[in-house]
């Protein structure tokens, strides 16, 4: 026999032992008959739809520091009132720089002229009124952007594309939201007179996909602007077919000042003060495009649905705090205003529900190791409903990550957003988008996760920083 089939046979031998001893079973875990019939019976809930329904039809968008946002708040109390949680209130705060969107609209001039459908990004500066027409310099990535040399963008309009793929964890947001998040920054910087990028979404469509923007410190905003995916693919074919392409771009948004603002805040009591608190919700405000049903009428929607159901099923250990925040998507000044306000209360928990209406298909935990019994429960009762186990460090979200940073243990319940990008931040974010059955999943699998955390007897507390 050759030394290479020696080889082979030695790795056929070697490497299932090897891999086998990799594996660990799991710890036996008798399931809970009370949280299997709280799980399955949320899987015939109909609060989530009817709140959903009710603020996307009642208010409808509701963007920072608007009127629309102050009716939200209004209309949030009354319905959490009316579903019997206690201590429902308003926590007020002050929103700073309150920016809000005008015109928009944006044509090619030369060579092959037609409009284009965007929107303005949150923040962006203003053109002056009658707009302005630029030629446009193109850039495949934001890479590509930051390699532009020091001033080679005066008085150009750059236009980034990057064509965002789908994926059941929605990662590909964070690397191609790159171009959304700092794009303005880097292309003002390099001097440039406006950008306009691909809208970040997974869509092909021609509603364009809004979102905020931050200016560094020191950086005057320039007009910045997202092309509907379809607008963005066009003009990219135009750039390749070698002629020079000017664009004439109208924006008119404006900063408006302080406006007031506020997180609304419901309980359900719990029996011992010292077990800490739950704290769940979602975000209340929306961009204006859509009417916010899946960002985040849904989120709002799961996480009270699910709370509700552990009221009616009588007391638990830990007081479950619902939270719908205030002002996420210019900032997550809502989420900060919270954690500021609570700084000296003992939380056990903080998680939020802010990635839609599609299936929970995965969870993951920062807790700490006295706390590895309520993770295989919850293990055990997240199964039946599709929901397995995860090792993902917890992100928590935009409203919770300032309370998880006060050292809060955090629960992510990841839901699928094979779709959600494509609606998202758009004018399709509307009602419809909503498939009633994957919401009442998502209710199911809260409500499965507080009836195992609520009552659980060990201490919940945060793993330890790696360092």
Not at 144 to 159: E, V
Not at 177 to 189: E, M, S
Not at 255 to 273: K, L
Request: aromatic share 6%; proline share 7%; charged share 20%.
């Amino acid at each position: 026999m050759s030394l290479f089939r020696l080889a082979l046979l030695s790795c056929a031998l070697t490497f299932p032992a090897a891999a086998l001893a990799q594996r660990v079973l799991p710890t036996p875990v008798a399931p809970d008959a009370k949280v299997a019939a709280l799980r399955d019976a949320a899987l015939k809930d109909d609060v989530a739809w009817d709140i959903v329904s009710g603020i996307t039809t009642e208010i409808g968008p509701r963007p920072d520091g608007s009127a629309q946002e102050g009716r939200a708040r209004d209309w949030a109390v009354a319905k959490l009132k009316s579903l019997g949680f206690k201590n429902v209130h308003i926590e007020p705060y002050d929103l700073q720089n309150v920016w809000e969107r005008g015109a928009e609209t944006a044509e090619v001039i030369t060579p092959y002229p037609q409009p284009l459908r965007l929107a303005a990004l949150g923040n962006s500066g203003a053109t002056p009124p009658e707009g302005l027409t630029a030629p446009v310099v193109y850039f495949e990535t934001i890479n590509d952007l930051l390699l532009a040399p020091d001033g080679s963008l005066a008085g150009k309009i750059a236009f980034v594309s990057n064509a965002m793929q789908p994926t059941q964890d929605g990662s590909g947001y964070g690397s191609n939201g790159l171009a959304r998040f700092l794009g303005p920054t880097v292309a003002a910087k390099k001097g440039a007179a406006a950008i306009v990028i691909r809208s970040i979404g997974t869509d092909h469509g021609r509603g364009p996909h809004t979102g905020v923007t931050n200016f560094a410190p020191g950086v005057a905003p320039i007009p910045a602007a997202a092309l509907s995916v379809a607008d963005a693919e066009n003009l990219e074919r135009m750039v390749k077919l070698g002629k020079p392409v000017t664009l004439h771009l109208t924006l008119t948004p404006k900063f408006v000042g302080t406006r007031p603002s506020g997180n609304v805040v419901a309980e359900v009591p719990g029996t011992d003060p010292k077990a800490g608190i739950i704290t769940i919700g979602g975000h209340l405000d929306s961009w204006e495009l859509g009417t916010g049903a899946i960002d985040d009428g849904a989120g709002i929607a799961i996480t009270a649905a699910a709370a509700k159901r552990l009221m009616e099923a009588g007391k638990h250990r830990r007081t479950i705090r619902v939270v719908w925040f205030g002002d996420e998507e210019t900032g997550g000044f809502g989420g900060i205003a919270y954690a500021k306000a609570h700084a000296n209360e003992r939380h056990a928990l903080a998680a939020e529900s802010d990635s839609g209406a599609d299936m929970v298909w995965k969870f993951s935990t920062s807790f700490a190791a006295a706390a590895k019994p309520v993770e295989d429960r919850l293990a055990v009762a997240l199964a039946p409903i599709g929901v397995v186990r995860g090792r993902d460090a917890v992100h928590g979200g935009t409203d919770v990550e300032p309370t998880l940073a006060l050292g809060v243990a955090g629960i992510d319940l990841h839901q699928s957003a094979l779709r959600y990008f494509d609606w998202h931040h758009t004018p399709e974010d509307t009602l419809d988008r909503i498939d009633p059955e994957q919401l009442r999943q998502n209710v199911a699998a809260w409500t499965a996760m507080l009836a195992v955390v609520a009552d659980a007897p060990e201490e919940i507390a945060p793993a330890p920083a790696a360092e």
